[in-house]
């Protein structure tokens, strides 16, 4: 008999959660909570704490009442893919590409790992080289993130440095881009930095921030701090790789079967009749 009654009362129990409906008869408690002065919550450092009575507040079909920059992750707030939360951060007045070196990166990671405020400290990094074309390609594109995203810092760093940094994720060649979140890195760019939507396609599987502005023309150029290349008329690294490239295929030919033939062919219909003539 007993177990027939807790059963009853679990469908019951079951049945109301479904509807909607009131469970503990508190139906204004969070509505009370709700209807406080939106300035009573707004202070100048402010401490985010679990909502009392969260799972009641669940069970009713509600969001607690708190202040959108206080982060209350599952099961409230379930990220999507588990992609990182950057959209709570502040939008940033300066739209700017912010040129460090590794010591002042470090400093910028150290500062970012010590939570400060009420949200995350996102940053996207690309490690450059002035001598690499292929950086020298990605630059523009890396200029209207900043435009694009406000709300994400965007970091350029000379990899030549030879810091601790490159050792310690693994920065072996240029461009590298690395988004980090609360100065840690969390997430390496495996394609091809090489358009708008590379980069827009990294940023939004990451994060959860949304594209707030598209620039018409993709070279389009806002408030940088510009990247300073070196430019020369000719590239004697390129034309010494390609003498290598050619002298090694012309080796590696020679000593095949088809090379061996064909030098048999050679020495066979020229050089013996040549010598036959004279």
Known sequence: MFNVLLIAYLLLYVTKVIEGGDISGQDNATSSKSSWPAHAVMTANMYCEYPKDAF???????????????????????????????????????????????????????????????????????????????????????YQLPRMYPRLRIVATDARDHSKLNSRYGIIGTPTILLWVDGSVVSRMDEAPFSLKAFRNYIE???????????????????????????????????????????????????????????????????HVNQAQR
């Not at 010590?114 to 292929?134: I, K, Q, R, V, W």
């Not at 080796?251 to 064909?262: D, E, L, Q, R, V």
Request: contains cysteine.
């Open 205 to 271: 599987k990451w994060t959860d921030l949304e594209l707030e502005y598209m620039p018409g023309v993709e070279n389009e150029s806002g408030l940088v701090e510009y990247i300073e290349f070196h430019k020369s008329s000719f590239d004697w690294y390129l034309c010494v790789s390609w003498c290598s490239f050619v002298l090694s295929i012309a080796y590696f030919f020679m000593n095949s079967k088809y090379g061996k033939a064909f030098w048999e062919t050679v020495r066979i219909n020229y050089i």
């Open 56 to 142: 009641q507040v669940l069970i009713n079909r509600q969001c607690p009442a708190t202040h959108p920059f206080c982060v209350i992750d599952v099961p409230f707030d379930i990220l999507l893919n588990q992609r990182y939360r950057c959209s709570t951060a502040p939008r940033r007045a300066d739209p700017m590409v912010h040129l460090m070196n590794s010591s002042q990166l470090l400093v910028q990671i150290n500062n970012d790992s010590e939570l400060y405020g009420s949200h995350s400290n996102c940053m996207l990094t690309a490690f450059y080289s002035p001598d690499c074309a292929f950086s020298m390609r990605m630059v523009s594109y890396l």
